[in-house]
């Protein structure tokens, strides 16, 4: 590709056309072939280069002249991704004053064109320098490539920064790994999280320069043939992603990987994602045993004949600990013990020290698969596995990469590395398994059942992956799985029912009135009146719910549930279910003394981060639209509302939460309520600059879904139907729905408005206005007006 645009022959091309041809590379004109990733990279970084050796002979930066322009970073290493910076070093030999004007002209041009640019001028000494000091610069200078100026120069500070690396990386390894630990916590895992950071998640491409570092130093073999097609993976799925979105980005979105996957001939963003998976494995298994291997190994000491072996420490039987490594007793038989393998993994997951490499080797060619029913052991340390807590997570990840967690569980296959379907969840679908499996071990004392919560949290969604109901897939599974673990019947049949039902009480809780008894009964119903299904069905909303994603488990879901839970139980001991005495209402006298005056009024009671809204105001049509609208407009998340009235006085009661920040002062919400009921506060235009300002409507958004449900109103509310609503979660969701429906002449008795993640499902309790049944037409109306509101 032509970098001049045409220029005469000698003319140095500017920044711009830099630009222009990158752009052209990016996005070819019609005819013109679209590259590759490795040929665009090649590309981009020949086009680069070609400009900075054009730039730099311009600005008198010659062969000879102890000054040298050299790249580092994707530049250095030739694997230039789409906007990516520019990582250049100007090096001297001292002539600090020249050398700067010289950098100003070739920095200047860049910067006023937006091409991302990280440089300095340094000579070659203080350049080591700086390295001695910053670990990112000691690696980065590892990528050191002459780009123009004095090639002696620049091959100085190439030589004498790998000699430095080699000779003191070993005592830097500590240090590396904790910053790597840190940046983890930071960007998740690629191989785990729904929406990777390719660059600087665990297992990303910032991990694979972390296994090149340690092998210039020598401490580690060179990259396996495995390890090299991760890594070529993972810079193309990162190549195309910048080339798709026409920006700099490393966290790779759901909504883009389905072009992405497209483009790599990789299916669809399923396919991608597991095939991401894998890479992501693949790169963090190489970098633990790298890091522990180096540390495991110490200092090399000239007489390393005299240094003494690593202290074996018995751990459990046929199991010890060598070094920071679990590993089997010399005299250990996996062929003969089919419940070593479980001991091993329960005594890693309970010491918090890995599995050695060796070990998990042997295993995978000796260990048997325990036979149907598995002996009582086996089954035990299975459950000191789960119940270890967050130590068990790396352990299922080793047991699987090697094959061994399948041994134990063939139905783990379909969700291995599977990614959910909705925006909710953070991890795919295994790793949330182990992650809940995680949370329930911290509350194992709640219920009187722990093993069974335990199991519970490992297969409350083994049935996804497949083309059919997950719970009603996964109660079928647990059922073969509880049976080959050698479960009692009346275990196995419990173990199936928390599979099943394991979205019963969130979804309830949610999306209808928990203090309506026809809901209460009809939750003790089907969980067959067993309080222990109950407990542990709670406890599993809790671990599942922590192990979603944040902001899924809420004070107030925490609180609905617990009502619904406590109320359930009650039912299933056939005590009465406590029902609120309107007119013992504290909201009686208040709604009096606002019809006394004639005046609107707002009460805020806040518990931590969840407040009740109530706003009393003359009851007619639009009361609840507009105070929805007020709490959207600052910046509140309504999660219930309920609707009564007293003496002609409309009581509007919402549960909400701040999305961000704080509560909103109280006088400022009855301000702007008396607005917005007056009819000056214009909330329809005002909201929309707000969603503008958040960055406007949910972009490539679900089709709005309505359902309509005869028989779940409660008995309080006759002829009453709830109609639900599952859309793109926005802000002003509520005010817009409940204005289509009041506008429809609906009456909205009740309200709930659960988000998971990206998702809204909110529920209306409704009737018409004259009290009769709503027809098939009217129905009809009602469902498009809403689904018109949940995307206009």
């Known amino acids: 590709m032509k970098l001049d645009g045409g220029k005469p022959a000698g003319e140095v091309p500017s920044a711009a056309d830099l630009v222009q041809a990158r752009d052209r590379l990016l996005k070819p004109v019609a005819g013109q072939r679209r590259l590759t990733p490795d040929a665009l990279r090649e590309a981009l970084t020949d086009l680069h280069e070609f400009w900075l050796t054009a730039h730099a002979a311009q600005a008198g930066i010659g062969a000879d002249q102890g000054v040298a322009l050299v790249a580092v970073g994707g530049l250095g290493r030739r694997e230039l991704v789409p906007y990516a910076d520019l990582d250049l070093l100007l090096v001297h030999e001292g002539r600090s004053g020249a050398v700067t004007e010289l950098a100003e002209q070739l920095w200047y041009p860049l910067w006023n064109s937006g091409i991302g640019l990280d440089h300095s001028v340094r ?91 340690l092998a210039a130093a020598q401490l580690i073999d060179r990259p396996s043939d495995e390890l090299t097609q991760a890594h070529r993976l993972l810079l193309d799925v990162r190549t195309e992603f910048r080339r798709i979105v026409r920006r700099a980005n490393d966290v790779l979105r759901a909504q883009d990987a389905d072009e992405v996957a497209v483009a790599l001939d990789k299916g669809d963003r399923f396919d991608l994602a597991r095939a991401l998976s894998g890479a992501g494995r693949t790169v963090a298994y190489a970098l633990d045993v790298a890091l522990r291997g180096v540390a495991s190994e110490g200092p090399r000491r000239v007489l390393s004949r005299l240094r003494r072996g690593p202290e074996r420490r018995p751990l459990d039987e046929g199991v010890v600990l060598h070094g920071n490594e679990v590993t089997l007793a010399r005299d250990a038989e996996p062929t003969r013990d089919p419940a070593l393998l479980l001991r091993v993994a329960a005594a890693a997951a309970r010491t918090g020290n890995p599995i050695s490499p060796a070990t998990l080797q042997r295993l995978a060619e000796t260990a048997p698969e325990p036979r149907s029913p598995w002996p009582v052991q086996a089954r035990d340390e299975l459950i000191a596995l789960l119940g270890a807590g967050e130590g068990l997570i790396d352990v299922i990840e080793a047991l699987d990469r090697t094959g061994l967690w399948a041994r134990l569980f063939p139905e783990w296959g379909a969700v291995r590395d599977l990614p959910p379907r909705d925006a909710a969840h953070k991890w795919t679908v295994d790793r949330h398994l182990v992650q809940a499996t995680a949370y329930a071990s911290k509350l194992v004392t709640r219920v009187a059942r722990p093993d069974l919560l335990l199991l519970g949290a490992l297969l409350h969604d083994i049935g996804k992956g497949r083309r059919a109901d997950h719970s009603e897939v996964g109660a079928a599974l647990a059922n073969q799985v509880g049976e080959r673990l050698g479960l009692s019947k009346q275990d196995v049949d419990t173990l199936s029912a928390m599979v099943r039902h394991h979205l019963l009480l969130p979804d309830t809780a949610t999306r209808r009135d928990v203090t309506d008894e026809a809901t209460i009964v009809r939750v003790a119903e089907t969980l067959g009146g067993d309080s222990v299904l109950l407990d542990l069905l709670h406890a599993l909303a809790e671990a599942d719910s922590l192990a979603t994603g944040p902001g899924v488990w809420t004070e107030w879901k925490a609180a609905l549930i617990g009502d619904l839970v406590s109320n359930s139980r009650r039912a299933m001991a056939g005590e009465p279910i406590p029902r609120p005495d309107p007119l013992d209402s504290p909201h009686r006298a208040r709604a009096e003394a606002v019809a006394a005056s004639g005046k609107h009024d707002v009460d805020v009671e806040a518990s931590g981060r969840v407040a009740t809204i109530t706003v009393f105001a003359p009851d007619r049509p639009g009361l609840l639209s507009r105070a929805a609208g007020v709490l959207a407009l600052n910046s509140l998340e309504v999660h219930a509302a309920s609707v009564d009235s007293y003496a002609g006085i409309a009581v509007d009661v919402f549960t909400a939460s701040p999305r961000f920040g704080s509560l909103p002062n109280e006088s400022l919400l009855r301000e702007q309520m008396g607005l917005a009921l007056s009819g000056n506060l214009k909330l329809a235009d005002r909201l929309a600059d707000k969603e503008r300002d958040y960055g406007g409507q949910p972009q490539d958004a679900p089709e709005p879904r309505v359902l309509w449900f005869d028989d779940e109103a409660g008995k309080d509310y006759p002829g009453a139907v709830v109609l639900e609503l599952r859309a793109a979660d926005r802000i002003g969701l509520l005010y817009r729905v409940a204005e289509a429906l009041e506008r429809c002449g609906a009456d909205v008795l009740w309200a709930r408005a659960a988000t998971l993640g990206a998702t809204a499902v909110d529920s209306f309790c409704i009737r018409a206005a004259d009290g009769g049944e709503f027809s098939a037409a009217s129905r009809q109306e009602l469902a498009e007006a809403v689904r018109l509101a949940a995307i206009t």
Do not use: C, M, N, Y
């Open 123 to 213: 000579t070659v000494g203080e350049a080591l320098d700086v390295a001695a000091g910053d670990l990112r610069t000691a690696v980065g200078l590892l990528d050191v490539r002459f780009i123009a100026g004095d090639e002696q120069v620049a091959e100085r500070l190439a030589v004498s920064a790998r000699d430095r690396w080699r000779t003191g990386a070993r005592k830097r390894v500590p240090a590396l790994a904790e910053d790597a630990r840190a940046r983890w916590q930071r960007s998740g895992e690629v191989a785990h999280w729904v929406e990777p950071d390719l660059k600087h998640g665990r297992g990303g491409l910032r991990d694979v320069g972390l296994l090149r570092a």
